[in-house]
Nanobody, 126 residues
Framework: QVQLVESGGGLVQPGGSLRLSCAAS????????IGWFRQAPGKEREGVSC????????YYAASVKGRFTISRDNAKNAVYLQMNSLKPEDTAVYYC???????????????????WGQGTQVTVSS
């Protein structure tokens, strides 16, 4: 059974950091690009970042570029999202997703991903 599980969310003050993890079971993550999405209350889900199978290519939404870093450890079958300089507007449920071997120019479009985790809550508040 293909499964993605996110972890690492929590409550953090503005300016703080969190590291999200996305662990896979039932399949080998190595062969797939992985995307991170988020959904804030009352808003549509949006693409945050994507990483290629090798990790050589990464993509970021303009709103997080320079603050967030996506990485992967294929040996551990996991992908990470390091989030620094967090802002209240980063508050959302964060999801990892996969389903394609490539990120590509349409990496931020939900329909390109067939498998999703259950999400982890990130709250940035003082």
């Amino acid at each position: 059974q293909v499964q993605l599980v996110e972890s690492g969310g929590g409550l953090v003050q503005p300016g703080g950091s969190l590291r999200l993890s996305c662990a896979a079971s039932g399949f080998t993550l190595n062969y797939y690009a992985i995307g991170w999405f988020r959904q804030a209350p009352g808003k549509e889900r949006e693409g945050v970042s994507c990483i290629s199978t090798s990790g050589d290519s990464t993509y970021y939404a303009a709103s997080v570029k320079g603050r967030f870093t996506i990485s992967r450890d294929n040996a551990k079958n996991a992908v990470y999202l390091q989030m620094n300089s967090l802002k209240p507007e980063d508050t959302a449920v964060y999801y990892c997703a996969t389903g394609s071997r490539w990120c590509g120019s349409s990496w931020s479009i939900e329909s390109g991903y067939g498998y999703w985790g259950q999400g982890t809550q990130v709250t940035v508040s003082s």
